[in-house]
């Protein structure tokens, strides 16, 4: 049985998912890794790694390691959201 911290903290990353779904999506359909050099399709890429490290931050949240990778998660998208 997850405590009430453990299912929070999944909810909220799950709700960060989506948010980095669409976030990717939108980084693609305007173009703006080209402006560094990079070609269209690596915005999905880097969306797809994070993705995926935020899965696995929801299937580990019940642990004190998950927790802290959940925040890892937080931070890159909020410095990812600034740049």
Request: net charge positive; proline share 2%.
């Amino acid at each position: 049985m997850r405590s009430v911290r453990a299912s929070l903290g999944a909810i909220v990353l799950g709700f960060e998912f989506v948010v980095i779904f669409l976030g990717s999506l939108v980084i693609y359909g305007l173009k703006a890794f080209a402006g560094w050099g990079w070609p269209d399709w690596s915005a999905l890429v880097v969306g797809g790694g994070v993705l995926l490290l935020t899965v696995v931050a929801i299937a580990t949240v019940r642990w004190p390691f998950g927790r802290a990778l959940g925040l890892g998660v937080q931070i890159i998208v909020t410095l990812g959201g600034l740049v």
